[in-house]
């Protein structure tokens, strides 16, 4: 089928010709019968039939074009359903049946043939607030031949069943998918999604389980969880495991900086002394940072004069 498109493109141009050689052929005439008749004022005034400051505004081509194109597109593409459409339905389809017993697999089967890997992805971004539809519809992509997940779509199902506390269907996907989430990402966003809602001991239990997938935890994985920790007031949990494990890493500056963060972050000036003297003691590295956090440390606790004193001690060390 010929594009309309085209056609309509073909057409404006032959008649921009048509009119341009119209319009010599008549300026040409005239000129010829004004000369014969000895009239140069004539001639003059077809040669330039506008003064010079009147502009003149005609409709070319490309402007016509831009303006048919909009009631062409949707004839251009009738026959092709665009991505944002399915998405569209898709999403919609999730939405209405998004109860457990509803019979979402056969609500979805008329989109077989259109769901893509680019699609799946689009749609479970967008319906993030649907977490078990959005399960299912993995679950049933998954199944269609030859289809392959983006590595973005298998981390984006992880983040929002997390993110909605639904852990037992975020571990069913690791076991059945875990050679997509064989890597630190994955659980590193389980340790911040199992310390919002104020669960430590799961969120250790998780950095435990890395093992399980072929995973060995480094230092930064152990950064990762502290930090978790840490940035949901849950310091005390995070130290008890940081002692229990240090002999296994070689811990960093950074590790005790994040600790002492946390303590700056409840309060609790006299945890993060400690931890600053045991930094001394061990003849780790103590930096302009270290001391800043005791310092704050302090100043969060109310405690300006040891603060105080804590700087002239820093100027010293400087």
Not at 107 to 124: H, K, Y
Not at 127 to 154: K, Q, V
Not at 179 to 205: E, M, V
């Amino acid at each position: 089928m010929e594009n309309p498109v085209r056609t309509i493109t073909c057409i404006v141009a032959n008649l921009a010709t048509k009119r341009t050689e119209v319009f010599r052929s008549i300026r040409g005439v005239l000129q010829d019968g004004f000369r014969a008749t000895s009239k140069p004022a004539q001639i003059e005034r077809v040669r330039n039939p506008l003064p010079r400051k009147m502009a003149t505004r005609t409709l070319c081509p490309r402007s016509l074009l831009r303006i048919l194109s909009f009631g062409l597109h949707s004839v251009a593409t009738a026959d092709e359903p665009t991505i944002t459409a399915i998405v569209n339905d898709l999403c919609r389809v999730l939405s209405d049946f998004r109860s457990p017993h509803h019979d979402l697999e056969s609500a979805l089967c008329p989109f077989s043939s259109s769901v893509s890997p680019a699609v799946a992805e689009q749609v479970l971004k967008r319906c993030r607030h649907l977490p078990s539809p959005s399960h299912r519809f993995f679950i049933w992509s998954s199944s269609r031949p030859s289809f392959l997940h983006t590595p973005t779509s298998h981390f984006v199902l992880l983040d929002l069943l997390a993110s909605n506390r639904l852990f037992p269907l975020a571990w069913t996907v690791i076991s059945d998918f875990h050679p997509h989430f064989s890597h630190s990402n994955s659980f590193r966003l389980l340790f911040q999604a199992y310390s919002r809602p104020s669960l430590p001991h799961d969120a250790i239990r998780a950095f435990h389980r890395m093992p399980d997938f072929w995973l060995q935890p480094t230092i930064d994985d152990l950064h990762h969880l502290i930090s978790s920790l840490c940035h949901q007031g849950l310091v005390i949990p995070a130290q008890d495991f940081f002692h229990r494990c240090k002999a296994e890493f070689s811990i960093m500056e950074k590790t005790n900086m994040l600790l002492m963060s946390g303590w700056v972050s409840v309060r609790k000036p006299k945890n993060a002394q400690h931890l600053f003297d045991e930094m001394l003691q061990q003849h780790l590295p103590v930096d302009v940072s270290a001391y800043n956090s005791l310092i704050a440390a302090f100043c969060r606790g109310g405690e300006l004069d040891e603060a105080h004193k804590r700087f002239q001690e820093m100027r010293t060390f400087a």
